[in-house]
C-alpha cells in the first residue's frame, strides 16, 4: 500500500530497562575522575525525573526536578573535592615522581615547595622554620623543624650555615644534589644534632611530621634564604 508510513515506538520502559542493565559499566567508567561522575549524576537525575514525574503536573516536576538538581550538586562538590585531597596536598603545586630505595621502587608528591627569606644582622631574632606548611613560626613552636644560622653574621658570604633540627627532624648532606632525600636512607647517617653545612649545599631532610625533604641554604646581601621541597611518599 502506497502513502502509509508505519512508526515502530520501543515498549514503554525498554530505555529505562537498558540503562539499569547497563548501569555498572556506566558507574565503572565514571568513577574514574570527578567528571564522569558528574555526567552520570545529572544523567542519573534526569531519568528519576522521567520516570517518577512525567504524569505529574508542571509545577510538580518543577520543584521535584529542583530537589534532586540541587542533591545532585551538592554530592558532585563532594566528591570532586575529595579526589582533589588525593592528587595530594601541594601548597605550591602537585608533581609526582619515582625513585628507588634500597631496591625498590617508592613513589613521591611534593607537598611543598618554595624559597623564605630572611634578615640576618647582630642582635636580630632569627626564626624558625616549619618546612612541613613552609613557613617561619615562633620560638617553642612544636610544629618547627629547623633553625638556621650564620656561623659568622658580620661575613654573611662566606659564613657557614648552622643548622638545628627540632622536634624530632633530622638532615645529611647530600654529596649528588640530584639525589631523592630518601635514596639510601636506611644505609645513610642522619643528624639530629647542630652542625654547621656549607652555602649552596644540598640538604636532605626528615621533618618533624616524617616528610622527607631538601633544603639549600645561602646568603645574599644582608638575608639568608632557604629553599626548600618537602615530599610525601607512598
Not at 555526567?39 to 526536578?65: E, G, N, Y
Not at 627540632?166 to 638532615?171: D, E, I, K, T, V
Request: glycine share 8%; hydrophobic share 45%.
Amino acid at each position: 500500500m502506497s502513502g502509509v508510513s508505519v512508526t515502530l515506538h520501543a515498549p514503554p520502559g525498554a530505555a529505562v530497562q537498558d540503562f539499569v542493565q547497563s548501569a555498572p559499566d556506566i558507574i565503572r567508567e565514571a568513577a574514574r575522575s570527578p567528571l564522569g561522575l558528574l555526567a552520570l549524576l545529572v544523567l542519573a537525575v534526569a531519568t528519576l525525573a522521567l520516570v517518577f514525574f512525567r504524569k505529574s503536573s508542571d509545577a510538580i516536576k518543577l520543584a521535584i526536578f529542583g530537589v534532586f538538581f540541587l542533591a545532585a550538586v551538592s554530592f558532585g562538590i563532594v566528591v570532586a573535592s575529595g579526589f582533589a585531597r588525593q592528587a595530594g596536598p601541594g601548597a605550591h603545586g602537585a608533581d609526582t615522581s619515582s625513585a628507588g630505595v634500597q631496591g625498590h621502587a617508592v613513589n613521591a608528591t611534593v607537598t611543598s615547595r618554595g624559597l623564605l627569606t630572611t634578615v640576618v644582622a647582630p642582635g636580630t631574632s632569627l626564626p624558625f622554620w616549619d618546612l612541613d606548611a613552609g613557613c617561619s613560626v615562633a620560638m617553642g613552636d612544636k610544629a618547627a623543624d629547623f633553625f638556621f644560622k650564620p656561623s659568622d653574621p658580620y661575613h654573611l658570604k662566606r659564613s657557614k650555615i648552622g643548622v638545628d633540627p627540632l622536634n624530632g627532624a633530622r638532615y645529611r648532606v647530600l654529596t649528588d644534589t640530584s639525589a631523592a632525600p630518601w635514596e639510601g636512607a636506611a644505609a645513610a647517617t642522619w643528624l639530629s644534632t647542630p652542625s654547621e653545612v656549607s652555602q649552596g649545599a644540598t640538604v636532605a631532610c626528615v621533618t618533624g611530621e616524617k616528610r622527607y625533604c631538601k633544603f639549600t641554604l645561602r646568603t645574599e646581601g644582608k638575608s639568608l634564604s632557604v629553599r626548600w621541597t618537602t615530599f610525601a611518599t607512598h
